[in-house]
């Protein structure tokens, strides 16, 4: 199939059942108890700075680990899998001194392995096909937020930056063949819109358009994303880029995120997403949660019917996907509502003129 009849067959799925994304990345990882030697590889054997830790940088030097994990998650029965390109912008990779050129070949090295990786299963099972998502992480610099306590107005990037940043990523993840573009973990809804200012600007550079899939994280109890949005303004805020699907991943379990997910489930014209961490980590930064618990909260969720599409976050394995892909099959995927047209504004809180 070309990428055309990728999308469109994604686009028909969706309204058929509920689609199952892959789970956690960097809990598989560690597993592995990698080496700074696996990290570095033959490319970076004389690297200057530490490169332990930086999980991307594998689609470069130990793809052969990274084909296994999609593979896992799509055996496990995922429909969609993530490209290993969380942090894979020039602003997040100059913590480990790589230049852009390393940082356009392991988002495109990311695509390629997951490309293959779809089509490998889905030549296996035609009637199941499986989809790349390129996954656009958060950075660890924001625009909303000032990076010094006593100037409010500090920043340490300005838009144009990130908005370059993810502009040289998202190029190469779709040069690199994915299916959608998944901007996830979003705690700062301003580098969110730069992201997709990125987008649509390639399309209109002649890029072929793809789904558009964004995913905030409300980070506490509070309800609110890091930079304070409320979930309705949130969605307020980036509904303008018409995504193929909204929702939150991280943070929370899925027993704290769901009146999150139900909200947006109430306001949102297109498919709501949720990938919840396997519960909240204990003392030792470990996630306890089960499979088993994992899928039967989704489960829950898909019976009430306010969710599309479901995954796992961080302490997720295949094992947990395995369960949640067997808990919700057969559930009827969410109906989109159809709401009546309204001005609707955002700041921190949502405003709706009738």
């Not at 959608?180 to 890029?207: P, S």
């Not at 979930?231 to 018409?242: P, T």
């Not at 909200?263 to 996630?287: F, K, S």
């Amino acid at each position: 199939m070309t990428r055309t009849d990728r999308i469109e067959t994604l686009k028909a799925i969706a309204k058929e059942r509920i689609l199952v994304l892959d789970g956690s990345w960097g809990v598989m990882i560690q597993r592995r108890d990698l080496s700074e030697a696996d990290f570095r590889g033959e490319r970076f054997a004389a690297h200057n700075t530490q490169l332990k830790g930086n999980n991307d940088i594998l689609c470069l030097t130990r793809p052969d680990i990274i084909a296994d994990l999609h593979d896992q998650y799509f055996a496990s029965g995922a429909d969609i899998s993530e490209t290993n390109t969380f942090s894979a912008t020039v602003i997040a990779q100059d913590d480990y001194s790589l230049n852009a050129q390393d940082v356009r070949d392991l988002n495109l090295a990311g695509a390629r392995l997951a490309r293959e990786a779809a089509d490998r299963w889905t030549a296996k099972t035609p009637d199941k096909p499986r989809f790349a998502a390129g996954s656009i992480g958060p950075l660890n610099k924001m625009l909303s937020m000032s990076s010094d306590v006593n100037n409010p107005g500090a920043r340490t990037v300005t838009f144009d930056q990130v908005y370059e940043a993810y502009k040289d990523q998202i190029r190469a993840l779709h040069e690199g063949g994915v299916d959608l573009f998944l901007i996830e973990t979003i705690t700062d809804t301003l580098n969110c819109k730069a992201a997709i200012k990125a987008i649509l600007d390639l399309q209109d550079e002649g890029y072929e358009p793809l789904p558009i899939w964004i995913s905030g994280t409300i980070t506490d109890r509070s309800g609110r994303t890091l930079s304070g949005q409320t979930a309705e303004a949130f969605w307020n805020s980036v509904k303008h880029a018409k995504p193929f699907a909204i929702g939150f991943n991280c943070a929370l379990g899925a027993d704290l995120m769901r009146p999150h997910i139900a909200e947006l489930a109430r306001i949102a014209d297109t498919l709501v997403a949720a990938y919840p961490n396997a519960g909240l980590p204990n003392a030792m930064g470990q996630y306890d949660e089960e499979p088993h618990e994992t899928a039967h909260a989704l489960s829950d969720w898909a019976k009430d019917g306010i969710v599309n599409i479901v995954g796992g976050c961080c302490g997720t394995t295949p094992e947990h996907i395995a369960c949640v892909a067997r808990d919700v099959a057969g559930i009827p995927t969410r109906a989109i509502p159809e709401r009546p047209k309204a001005m609707r504004l955002a700041g921190l809180e949502p405003f709706e003129l009738v």
